[in-house]
């Protein structure tokens, strides 16, 4: 089966750094990803990640430990239109993708 | 970019009635498609995989003869909630996946979403 952790929720100030952690332990592993969601519509694209490490795109990084089925994303200089759910999703090895709960974020001024 | 676009954005609709919703790759083919359901402060759950030419591969625990997929050509699959319940009343999102040549990746680029209403 397919278990992903993530907190539920987590509060942040404007201008400061915010990390979110996510947890798997999947049946067959070919990339972890995240995603942003806003209330009422659908995740758009933030990060992937299939090997060790972490990626870099902007104000957002995500890094991936394979052996510890651990995965972050940070968000840097966090602004107010980052509020928002941020999903990690696992993709198995038929292309599959399985979502943890997400994590809701709220930045305060 | 890769545009998927799915019709209604709403409905609403009484019990005992089926809704077709239809998920579209706009400019783009799409072999794979992929269907979930979103429960409120809940994350996406996979419903069924949608092949084109090819019947879907459900998850466990979704009844194919309610949840009727069908995915009749490279940019269009559609998803029949067949005789509705209040409780089948959920987001349902779709997304299709995008395989680009020399990317390492496989891309899913999702729907907006349309939501249900069941009275």
């Known amino acids: 089966g397919q278990n992903i952790d993530q907190p539920t929720e987590m509060t942040a100030t404007e201008g400061a750094i915010v990390q979110i952690n996510c947890t798997y332990q999947?049946?067959?592993?070919?990339?972890l990803f995240w995603y942003q969601q806003h209330a009422g519509e659908a995740p758009t694209f933030l990060s992937y990640n299939v090997l060790d490490g972490l990626e870099e795109k902007g104000r957002f990084s995500s890094f991936l430990s394979r052996s510890k089925g651990y995965s972050y994303l940070l968000l840097k200089e966090l602004q107010m239109k980052d509020s928002a759910s941020y999903l990690c999703?696992?993709?198995?090895?038929?292309?599959?993708?399985?979502f943890g709960s997400g994590t809701k974020l709220n930045v305060k001024p | 970019g890769a545009v998927v676009s799915q019709h209604p954005s709403w409905v609403i609709c009484k019990s005992g009635t089926s809704v077709k919703i239809e998920c579209r790759s706009l400019d783009f083919q799409a072999t794979t498609m992929f269907w979930y359901r979103q429960f409120p402060k809940q994350s996406l759950m996979l419903m069924a995989t949608s092949n084109e030419g090819s019947k879907a591969t459900y998850e466990q625990g979704v009844e194919k003869d309610k949840f009727l997929i069908n995915h009749a050509s490279l940019t269009l699959s559609t998803l029949t909630v067949t005789s509705a319940h209040p409780e089948d009343s959920s987001f349902y999102i779709c997304?299709?996946?995008?395989?680009?040549?020399?990317?390492?990746?496989?891309?899913?680029?999702f729907g907006p979403g349309t939501r249900l209403t069941v009275l």
């Open positions: 999947t049946s067959g592993f070919n990339g």
């Open positions: 999703a696992v993709r198995d090895g038929f292309n599959k993708f399985y």
């Open positions: 997304s299709a996946r995008v395989s680009r040549k020399g990317a390492e990746y496989n891309e899913q680029f």
